[in-house]
């Protein structure tokens, strides 16, 4: 296990499920850029109900970073060339609203949640 922050664009709508204990989860896919220019597709669960609420209320195209579980895999392409992918197990997501309301409250002095505790 990798604990990991990935940042890139949903590939598609993230997808709900229900696990076999009743347990709500949210699917989707990212697109990362790396530094190559290339693009890497990663795969991404989440249980907790902040990220699934979180990745629910956007769509395709938008930006996001996420944190959690990074696995590293390869699959195999039609021309048999090995392409490398990742799973992620999500814990906590950022989008570009996140980043604005946290400059905002700085920006006007307010402590951040959790300094001064």
Known sequence: MIDALVSGRLAADPKTGTSRNGSAYVTARVLVTTADEERLSVSVIAFSARVVDGLMA????????????????????????????????????????????????????????????
């Open 58 to 117: 956007m769509g395709a195209g938008e930006p996001v970073t996420l944190s959690g579980e990074l696995t590293p895999k390869v699959w195999t392409d039609r021309e048999g060339n090995a392409q490398p992918t990742a799973d992620l197990k999500a814990h906590a997501f950022l989008t570009p609203y996140h980043v604005s309301r946290r400059r905002k409250t700085v920006q006007q002095g307010e402590s951040e949640p959790g300094e001064g505790d």
